[in-house]
């Protein structure tokens, strides 16, 4: 099973007796290896091999056998009895011994029924390298779906229309590549063939080594998450690059990503940025949600970093490996000249760094050794008769500043620098604690020996100051968007705020569908908002002139008049809002003109029809605050998409937007309201008072909720939603318009989230057999708090044996680990927590956790089971256990397992207890359960 609680491989848990516990397995070393008969293979067959020059059958073949991997090449051609002096043989049928890998290089008519003999033979992986599938048309789509069809849960495979795979450091080419790249530690994974080609041209010049290098073609079976997911286990990758045309299977990239992001770099470089915008949408949000600024978003929120260029991806794969990550965008620039200062200083601010603000402690220390005329500010300019002292001098005095995250030291090559003393010492500094240290040493033959004695210590070096600075900026935004990943988050407590009313909700949008109609109107749209506790401005209906002067009377003066309709979304087009109304002769004006213009729009009016239902009558808020949107629209691959950003009118004019996927949470929510420039006034400018963030964001994981639960929603604007100081009236939707899914869609094709929301089906209350009432439900990000406590409640014979080893407390909590655990993938993993209120105090205590996680690429999965020591015995392990076995059930399990040692017999009666076979091998049981059988 795939525990993170645990970062080496370790042993099945055991506690004493009462409810055991087991154990799960690192999730860097157990699984089964579906890659490893393309990546490891002991044989590999060529099927379309020959020795005619130029042939793709020929350069496979030949780079096989010219880079001895340890295993035995077969090449199969059903003419020839040799081909490069190896004996062929005419199908894969007749090779005499097991076969991996096969590489097929045939014209694609006959691939299926290759894949179809491979598959026969028992063999384990393909690499598909012939073209002509779908990117020749029709026929070609055919072919791939019979491919898939013969391989479906059989055989994996690369491509069609790739490459091939090279793995450098076992010497294993797989390819039609004209050269082997260099062992190294980046992975790079490229939907190019071309481009990979350019790349490992490229990085024989500049030395740059590769773990994996992949040409993934079509991805007609592996894909982006299987490839990150197997180079994320891979010891020897250090870092995961990307040339990416397009996204594939969105979750599996996405729950690949978020699971390796944090250990290792993820760097993409994504084609296609500047692609036409997706078609207009009914809403604001849907014209604002470009596919590109989707993409944006989802790198985001898994941790991986975009970057532009090849240059770039290359840059964030040695930095990252070579120095810290920034803890915030202050950067320090050291300069010996002006110019590159101001040129780093452009770029830093262009791409949204900040110049760190020099202490007056610094300030006054670098007034002690520079001379009278230097900057005064950052950057340093220390003058260009600096030597290595000054240098030295200055870099040590900045590093010590707290107010800096990082530094950039610039040296241009003037009579009295001395590059080489210079960089040797730079060396002491190379390694600042938490603070990354970049170098631009700009020239030519001069700084070359200085160059290669700061590569040397770690510290990376650029030909332009500008260059360095924009690669601060990128390290500045992966580290942001990692700590996102896994901050823990506030929790929106029930007490707080209501408990939505998804009946009301529901109930609203199943009228408006069985109507026929899309769109609900503005009061029914007010309605499913408030029934997930989203302040909207009270609104009354008013079907004629005379009842809109009685709900204004009844509201009270002055009041707001807007066109009360099913089929119109954009009111004010029409002349359908009317404010600031101060009497009765104002509303009965304001009704009729709202009336005249919906007719003259060339809408259907008084004659019955749908376009002109009456008025809605609201009371008329005084707008002393900011107007805001909250949205959601259907992106095309990833489904529903959220927005937030500053509201009003001009929306689409100002575009100042932040995109994100469902679901939120008060962490996301947040980082989501940063991205905005509203959020600066937000927060407070010119001394108006700050509007309640805190709120904002809950309100925002509220609107989270409404669109994960309600799948029938298509499109939805809050616009504007009122920002206000909590003493002005806080936060409160003035307008809501909600489009659903048209008549002809059936709930099976309703978009998928990208991001799997909260299991709340696992969720319920259970008593225990000595009568204590406790809540199971899946484990969430913000139970961290939750479970350091639960930590204390361990013996360390607990700990002892549910990891093998002695793990001191402050490192079972510690935060990286805990939010490991807490903010899981649900398509992943499973966990139940069994949770308990103190009667005493009122506050929540976690007694036990039950994980189930699913083996990669197979239908099985292994459980684990940890209780607090004053709580075994209860009945809390069989209860936890009986419940993953349903969760195994429902997510279409084939198999359940765990190890469990042969001294934990309690944990063996209640694994016997739930149905479990239990088999010894050794000083383990091992526990299975079949449920295909039970």
Not at 110 to 120: K, L, N
Not at 528 to 555: F, M, Q, R, W
Not at 718 to 733: M, Y
Request: net charge neutral; hydrophobic share 45%; charged share 20%.
């Amino acid at each position: 099973m795939n525990d993170k609680e645990s970062k080496s491989k370790v042993k099945p848990e055991s506690v004493k007796p009462g409810d055991g516990a087991d154990r799960t397995l690192d999730v860097l070393h157990f699984e089964r290896d579906s890659l490893g008969a393309i990546f490891a293979p002991k044989s590999v067959a060529v099927i379309g091999a020959t020795e005619k020059e130029g042939r793709v059958g020929r350069t496979v073949l030949w780079n096989l056998i010219s880079n001895p991997f340890g295993g035995t090449v077969y090449p199969i051609n059903k003419r020839h009895k040799q081909v490069l002096g190896i004996k062929a043989y005419p199908d894969i049928a007749h090779v005499p011994e097991q076969v991996d890998l096969a590489v097929i290089v045939t014209p694609a008519p006959t691939v299926p029924g290759i894949v179809r003999e491979c598959v026969a033979a028992g063999v384990k992986g393909a690499i598909i390298i012939s073209a002509g599938f779908k990117e020749a048309g029709a026929a070609g789509v055919e072919l791939e779906r019979q491919i898939a069809e013969e391989a479906r849960g059989k055989m994996r495979l690369i491509g069609p229309n790739c490459l091939g795979v090279m793995r450098p450091r076992t010497h294993l080419n797989a390819t039609f590549a004209s050269a082997m790249a260099r062992p190294g530690s980046v992975g790079f994974i490229s939907q190019s063939g071309a481009l990979l080609t350019a790349v490992l041209d490229w990085s024989f010049r500049e030395n740059v080594g590769f773990s994996a290098c992949v040409s993934v073609g079509s991805m007609l079976d592996v894909d982006w998450g299987d490839l990150i997911n197997f180079l994320g286990d891979d010891p020897h990758t250090h870092s995961i690059m990307i040339y990416m045309e397009s996204i594939g299977d969105a979750r599996s990239f996405i729950s690949a990503a978020r699971e390796v992001a944090l250990t290792k770099p993820i760097i993409v470089i994504k084609a296609g940025r500047t692609a036409a915008a997706a078609k207009a949408a009914a809403s604001h949000t849907g014209a604002l949600a470009g596919s590109d600024d989707v993409l944006d978003a989802v790198f985001r929120r898994c941790g991986v970093l975009r970057v532009n260029s090849i240059s770039d991806l290359f840059y964030m794969a040695e930095v990252l490996a070579k120095q810290p990550r920034p803890s915030g965008p202050r950067l320090t620039i050291v300069t010996n000249a002006g110019g590159p200062g101001v040129l780093a200083t452009d770029t830093l601010i262009a791409m949204g760094g900040e110049l760190a603000e020099l202490s007056a402690e610094t300030v006054s220390a670098l007034n002690k050794v520079l001379p009278p005329h230097w900057s005064h500010g950052n950057p340093i300019d220390i003058l260009g008769d600096a030597d290595p002292e000054r240098y030295a001098q200055a870099l040590e005095i900045a590093t010590k500043d707290p107010n800096s995250d990082g530094l950039l030291v610039a040296l241009t090559p003037q009579a009295m620098t001395d590059p080489t003393e210079t960089a040797r010492r730079l060396t002491a500094f190379a390694r600042t604690r938490g603070k990354p240290v970049l170098a631009s040493w700009m020239g030519g033959k001069d700084v070359v020996a200085g160059e290669a004695v700061l590569n040397q210590a770690d510290v990376p070096t650029f030909g332009y100051p500008d260059t360095a600075a924009r690669i601060f900026t990128l390290m500045w935004r992966y580290a942001y968007n990692l700590r996102g990943l896994y901050e823990t988050p506030t929790l929106v407590e029930p007490a707080m705020e209501a408990a939505p009313d998804r009946a009301k909700a529901q109930q609203f949008i199943e009228d408006a569908r069985k109507s026929g109609r899309t769109l609900l109107s503005e009061f029914e749209s007010k309605q499913v908002l408030a029934a997930y506790g989203i302040p909207t401005v009270p609104t009354h209906i008013a079907d004629s002139e005379n009842d809109a002067v009685k709900c204004a009377a009844a509201v009270g003066y002055p009041v707001v008049l807007k066109l009360h309709s099913q089929t119109i979304t954009h009111k004010t087009d029409v002349g359908g809002v009317q404010l600031n109304l101060v009497n009765e002769e104002a509303v009965r004006h304001a009704y009729r003109a709202i009336e005249s213009a919906v007719e003259a729009a060339g809408k259907t009016a008084a004659g019955g029809g749908k376009d002109f239902l009456g008025v809605a009558v609201q009371p008329m808020v005084k707008l002393d605050g900011y107007e805001l949107i909250i949205g959601s629209s259907i992106d095309a691959q990833f489904g529903p998409v959220l927005l937030f950003g500053a509201g009003g009118q001009l929306v689409e004019v100002f575009r100042d937007r932040a995109l994100s996927l469902p679901p939120l949470n008060t962490t996301l929510a947040r980082r989501m309201m940063e991205q905005t420039t509203i959020h600066k006034a937000l927060q407070g400018v010119r001394g108006r008072a700050p509007v309640d963030l805190a709120a904002l964001a809950r309100l925002l994981v509220q609107f989270s909720q409404l669109v994960v639960e309600q799948r029938w929603i298509k499109e939805i604007d809050i616009n504007p939603l009122l920002a206000a100081p909590p003493e002005a009236g806080g936060l409160v939707a003035l307008d809501a318009r909600i489009v659903l899914h048209e008549p002809g869609v059936s709930e099976g094709q309703l978009p998928q989230l990208a991001i799997r929301p909260y299991p709340a089906q696992y969720a319920s209350a259970w008593t225990s057999k000595n009568g204590m009432a406790v809540t199971i439900r899946p484990i969430r990000p913000e139970d961290e708090p939750l479970m350091v406590k639960f930590h204390t409640t361990l013996s360390e014979e607990s700990v002892y044996m549910r990891y093998f080893h002695h793990i001191q407390y402050n490192q079972r909590v510690a935060h990286e680990r805990l939010t490991r655990l807490c903010f899981i993938d649900y398509d992943r993993e499973m966990a139940l927590v069994v949770e308990r209120e103190d009667a005493a105090t009122g506050e929540h205590v976690i007694l036990g956790i039950g994980r189930l996680s699913k083996l990669r690429q197979t239908a099985e999965a292994e459980f684990a089971i940890l209780v607090s020591d004053a709580y075994q015995g209860h009945g809390f392990g069989v209860e936890l256990l009986r419940r993953l076995v349903q969760i195994g059930r429902d997510e279409k399990l084939n198999r359940i397992v765990a190890t469990i040692l042969n001294d934990n017999v309690a944990m063996q009666r209640v694994s016997r207890k739930v149905g479990f076979k239990l088999k010894r091998i050794e000083s383990e049981f091992h526990a299975e359960l079949d449920l295909m059988k039970a």
